[in-house]
Structures are given as structure tokens and as C-alpha cells.
């Protein structure tokens, strides 16, 4: 090549990444090779051309336009990017990172993140396939959370996932995580309740999700004792979402997501038998289940499981003792012992009120349904001010909620903490990577707070509001086999269905039919 000075020389670089996770070990090099080849036939200009069109198409299914605010236009966008690079649902073997590709912190492994933060991402902006090979991936490691259990004592087939996971062992190295942080099964529970609310896909029980929530629930049926002094079942031994409380008796949010799931799975027994009997017969012979005495046990915990709460206040307390503790609010706290995690002792943070992120609140956003607005405002109104929200986990649960409560301007305030938290560094930790829990966050807090998006009675409802600070927003959803779009300006709300079979919606508590448009 020869080289002219004061002319430009462009010089293409192929190159091609294969894994012998697909390809034969003895093959890896050849297959190489004929990938490479292909790229340089193509050439440099059609493969991006290629790449683009790929994007184009990603954005159009996901995208969500801000009007009036930049910066969170900006950092919304930014979240969605790296959510839909990190996971594309094509391969059930692969989960999500809490870094995705942006760090090497938490080595690429799998959280209970996955089920109670990314899901409904997927859920909502791409096809079905792609949720759905989310919790493929929990049902084919099953053997492994029953082994995992197994090593803790529990017998009969219960099965505890791990916190933290590659192939479905558990890689956690910290005892308070590992063995107490057993909220996780509930989420794994709920995913699969959350995917066939949204999808409709309820022949995913008989495939795949029955065998998963009998094991879960038999784990929770051995979890707990029977205590004769409250007269009640209890859980001892347990850390919650806020992680700054180790091995409390009876967590609010344990206690209820276990009730949650013994009930759902029976209610999931009762549709496969209906809907798919030999399919039953089947899962029965290869669990050895004993549908009557277990299921008996079943209800007989869920009838009588032990919930702290301060009935004067109308409060469910995070555990038995957090009223012991010295109540505080985040805002009397010195500027210089912030954050917490990395300015106090652990013995300091661990007998302190303060919260990491939604413990209480993380079980009134699953199970609103459940509870009236006065109580759910109730709790909120006593928690978050002692909530230091040092988890990525944490804001967008608390926009959720204070959208709901009518909190309008605290919503907000919480949603540019989960939508700029990388952007902008919060927590002066993105040398470790970027938090695609929080990205996934994002779109929650925009979706179903603002949006007030929620799933009711197989309908997609509506009950939107537009944060001061904006002059429109719109998203885009997937929802069997339909694709919605909304659009929330100061003037009016618009739904419109953009392809699919006509469809009602609840808007603002009114049904609304809408066609598509020809």
C-alpha cells in the first residue's frame, strides 16, 4: 500500500467473535473463518447499513419521546439503548447482568432483578418470545435451585434459586445474602404470575411454571415454623430488599410474597388439572407430589402466617422489631454521613432505621391490589423518609408509588434520580459499570407511573399525568399480538392501536374501544 501525504487512507478491520456455546470446540475455527469471510464480502458499508436498519427497527418498538425536558429525554433514551443491547431473548440459556456489557462488577451473573425490575421491559417492547425465555431460563435451572436447597437442609423437591447465579448454583459468597435473602423465590414466583397477567399465556403453566411454583412453594412450606407463643407460622432468619437489616424474624415483605405464592400456586394446580389433566398427571408422577396433604399444609400457613404490624398506625412493620429502632428521617442526617454504605460502620447501618431501598413498598407495589389507597399512603408516607435509596433498586418503586398516591413533584424528583443516575454518576460508581436494573427503572417509572399503566382484568388500563416540568410524553406497547401507543400532552390523553385486532382499553377508569387504523 502506498501511502501519499495529505491523503486520507481508510482501512476496514474485520473481525468475527465465536463461543463453543454454539458451535462445536473442534469447529470454532473454521466457523470463524466462513463468518469473517461473509462480513468482508459484504463489505464495511452494508454491514452498517445493516446494523442501522436493525436499530431502527429496536427503537421504533421501544422508544419513549419526552417533549420539553432534554435531560430526560436524554437519559431515558440512554436507558433503553443499553437495556436493549444487554438482552435480546434469543437464546433461553442467557439472563441479565446487573451491569450488563458496561462493567465486569458482579461478573455477568443473574439477580432476582431479572423477574422484579427487567421483565416488564420486555413485556412491553418486545414480542412475546422474548419474556417468555426469561423464565425458560429459571424453569431449566430448577435442578439446581432443588440442589441448592438440598444443601441447606430442605428436602421433598423444594427449591431455593440462588441470589446469584451463572449456571443456576449459587456463586453468593456473603451468608446474609445467600442463606437469608430468600425473598428472591417469591420474585421468580411472580414473574411467571406478572408474564401470563400481561401475555394471557396461561399454557405456560402446564409447560414450564406449575413444576417451578410447586417447588418454590414447597421451600416456603418448610421456611417457616409454627410458633406457640403467637399462636401463628413465622419466619425467622431473614434479610429483606433493604439489605441494612440481616437475620430479622419476620420481614413483612418475606412473609407476604411466600402467602402470595402458596396461594398462587394453587390456583395454578387448579387451572392445569382443568385446562390439561394428563399434563397434571404428568408434573404429579415426576414431582412426587402429593397434591392433598400438601396443598392442605399449604393453606393451613397461608390461613395463619404471622404479620408484624402497628395496627394504631395502620402500619405493616418491616420486621418484628424495627419499632425499637431510633426513628430518623434521611433529612436530619448530616451531609458528610452520606451516603451511609460507605461512611458508617456495618454495625452502625445495621441497627439504624434507615433503609437501602423498597422493602414494605416493594410489596404494596406488587400487591396494590390488595391494599386501599389510604393504607398504601400510609406506609409510604412513614417509610420513604427513611429510605436513603442507595440501591439502584430503589427510586423507581417509590415513583410508582407516589404517582399513584398523587405525589406528583415527589415522583418526578425520584424519577431523574433513576433516569440519570449513570449519566449523571449519583452515586459515584460508574467505574464499576452502568445499573441496568435502574435503566429498566426508568421505564417503569414512566410507564406505569406517569402512565399509570396496569393490567386489569386482561385490559391494559390507563391513568396518566404529565410532570409539570414536560410538555408530552408517549410510549409504545406490545400487548397480545397488539401494539398501543399513548400519548400524554397537557391538552388530552391519546391511545392508538398501530396494528392488530380492535381492543378496549380502561382509560382513566372508562372503557375505550380502539381499532386499528387502516
Known amino acids: 500500500m502506498n501511502l501519499e501525504e495529505g491523503k486520507e487512507t481508510v482501512i476496514y478491520k474485520y473481525a468475527a467473535v465465536l463461543s463453543s456455546e454454539n458451535h462445536p470446540k473442534a469447529n470454532l475455527v473454521e466457523d470463524c473463518r466462513k463468518v469473517l469471510d461473509e462480513a468482508v464480502s459484504k463489505g464495511f458499508h452494508k454491514l452498517l447499513e445493516e446494523h442501522a436498519a436493525v436499530w431502527a427497527h429496536k427503537w421504533e418498538e421501544c422508544d419513549i419521546t419526552i417533549e420539553g425536558d432534554v435531560a430526560a429525554q436524554q437519559g431515558i433514551r440512554f436507558n433503553i439503548f443499553q437495556l436493549t443491547q444487554t438482552y435480546t431473548g434469543e437464546d433461553e440459556r442467557l439472563n441479565i447482568g446487573p451491569k450488563g456489557f458496561t462493567g465486569e462488577k458482579y461478573g455477568g451473573s443473574t439477580y432476582w432483578d431479572t423477574e422484579a425490575y427487567c421483565l416488564p421491559f420486555y413485556l412491553g417492547t418486545a414480542e412475546q418470545k422474548v419474556a417468555r425465555n426469561l423464565l425458560i431460563y429459571r424453569y431449566k435451572h430448577l435442578a439446581k435451585a432443588i440442589e441448592n436447597a438440598q444443601k441447606l437442609g430442605f428436602t421433598n423437591g423444594a ?16 451468608w446474609e445474602i445467600t442463606f ?21 399465556d396461561e399454557k405456560y403453566l402446564s409447560e414450564y411454571g406449575l413444576e417451578v411454583l410447586i417447588a418454590i412453594s414447597r421451600f416456603w412450606a418448610q421456611r417457616v415454623n409454627w410458633s406457640s407463643h403467637k399462636n401463628k407460622y413465622v419466619m425467622l432468619g431473614v434479610t429483606g430488599p433493604n439489605e441494612y437489616e440481616n437475620n430479622v424474624n419476620n420481614n413483612w415483605y418475606t412473609n407476604t410474597i411466600a402467602v402470595w405464592t402458596l396461594k398462587y400456586t394453587q390456583e395454578a394446580i387448579a387451572f392445569v388439572k382443568k385446562d390439561n389433566p394428563s399434563r397434571f398427571k404428568e408434573i404429579v408422577s415426576a414431582t412426587s407430589f402429593q397434591e392433598k396433604d400438601e396443598t392442605a399444609k399449604w393453606k393451613d400457613i397461608a390461613d395463619k402466617m404471622y404479620f408484624p404490624e402497628d395496627q394504631k398506625r395502620g402500619l405493616f412493620l418491616q420486621q418484628d422489631g424495627f419499632l425499637d429502632k431510633e426513628l430518623i428521617k434521611v433529612n436530619d442526617l448530616k451531609p458528610e454521613d452520606r451516603p451511609i454504605n460507605q461512611k458508617w460502620s456495618w454495625d452502625r447501618i445495621l441497627r439504624s432505621c434507615f433503609i437501602k431501598q423498597a422493602d414494605v ?38 415513583v410508582i ?56 382484568d386482561g385490559k391494559l388500563a390507563f391513568d396518566p399525568f404529565l410532570p409539570e416540568q414536560w410538555k408530552s410524553y408517549s410510549f409504545r406497547l406490545e400487548f397480545r399480538g397488539r401494539v398501543i401507543k399513548a400519548k400524554v400532552s397537557k391538552e388530552k390523553t391519546e391511545t392508538v392501536l398501530e396494528s392488530g385486532e380492535p381492543m378496549e382499553i380502561y382509560l382513566k377508569g372508562e372503557l375505550v374501544s380502539l381499532k386499528a387504523a387502516r
Open 401 to 456: 408509588l407516589a404517582s399513584k398516591l398523587g405525589y406528583k413533584q415527589k415522583a418526578y424528583e425520584f424519577y431523574l434520580r433513576t433516569a440519570r443516575l449513570d449519566l449523571d454518576d449519583y452515586n459515584n460508581d460508574t467505574e464499576d459499570g452502568c445499573h441496568i436494573t435502574s435503566m429498566a427503572g426508568t421505564w417503569l417509572s414512566v410507564t406505569k407511573g406517569f402512565g399509570g399503566l396496569r393490567v386489569k
Open 361 to 398: 413498598l416493594q410489596g404494596l407495589y406488587f400487591f396494590e391490589d390488595q391494599y386501599g389507597v389510604p393504607v398504601i399512603r400510609e406506609n409510604f408516607d412513614f417509610y420513604e423518609p427513611m429510605t436513603v435509596h442507595e440501591s439502584s433498586l430503589s427510586p423507581c418503586v417509590h
Open 159 to 174: 427449591a431455593l434459586y440462588p441470589m446469584v447465579t451463572m449456571n443456576g448454583e449459587e456463586s453468593h459468597n456473603e
Open 180 to 200: 437469608e435473602e430468600i425473598h428472591r423465590n417469591g420474585a421468580i414466583a411472580y414473574a411467571i404470575f406478572d408474564y401470563i397477567r400481561y401475555t394471557g
